[in-house]
């Protein structure tokens, strides 16, 4: 797969490993049969091989704490985790990864050590707009406080059949609007308002502003809602003749000035990146 990804012409290979995966019923198995010590080391691996691919990594592993953290950040340009809420809400009791003083700590320990970091808030999961206000008010307090977060993903629940939300309806086009509008004030200007463009039309998010669509792949579906698929390169920037649209690196420009992603994706990122910190070419290897 990640061979199929750089003859597409694509830069950055997303690791993510959901709540928790070491307590899924086999994992073991599989990490014995990889001979791996850990899901870090397992990471580690694929970053590497990404690299040698001519992929940056951008690894979402869920909750680690420092050590773990500081083992994979040399492999990565970026990193991430949702925030999703700091309210305390129903769907999430059953998910102790997801408590928001956990996952508010995390944050901080990736800004703590200079991590360029996306995050973001869900939009659906029994939350008020006070709810909404109050997560974006921490994000952006961590932010003035690190200087790390490069991007604030808006994203809506795609309710799945059998899951605790399944049968919740999904967010309104207006309400999207309302939230981003609203996050637009209380971020720094710096910070991308991210709004992902195969679960939502994102035209009229633009227009109250957002500025970034996230990425979008010809080789994987989404993992994460594989059941909304990513559209059309070419139909997109049809639709957003209004906008130009650049393609940038899993590490933003500023980033890539301060010297802050891992080391060992440096060199890739200096064959990627043009003066601006944007892509500049496709790169085959």
Known sequence: MLEQGALHGCSEALFTM????????????????????????????????????????????????????????????SMGLMLETTATVQSHEKSPGKRPDRRIRYLALAGENRIPFTTGILIGIGESMKDRINSIAEIARLHREFGHIQE??????????????????????????????????????????????????PRPLLAVGANDLGGISTVTVDGINPNCPWPD?????????????????????RFIAKGWHGRKTRSLVDLLAGEDGLRAKKYIF
Not at 47 to 72: K, T
Not at 174 to 200: D, F
Request: aromatic share 6%; net charge negative; hydrophobic share 40%.
């Open 18 to 77: 959901g709540e928790a995966p070491w307590t899924v019923p086999g994992f073991e198995g599989l990490q014995k049969k990889v001979g791996v010590e850990d899901l870090v080391e397992y990471i580690i691996q694929l970053c590497e091989m990404a690299i040698e691919f001519g992929l940056l990594p951008h690894s979402n592993p869920g909750l680690l704490d420092r050590e773990a953290l500081l083992r994979l950040k040399p492999y990565n340009a």
């Open 152 to 201: 604030v993903i808006i994203q809506p629940l795609d309710p799945k059949p059998g899951t605790a939300l399944g049968n919740e309806p999904r967010p309104d086009v207006k309400e999207l609007c309302r939230t981003v509008e609203m996050a637009r004030r209380i971020l720094p200007a710096e910070v991308a308002i991210q709004v992902p463009p195969n679960l939502v039309d």
């Open 233 to 253: 390169e070419e139909e997109m920037r049809s639709s957003l003749l209004d906008y130009c649209l650049r393609e940038r690196l899993p590490v933003y420009p």
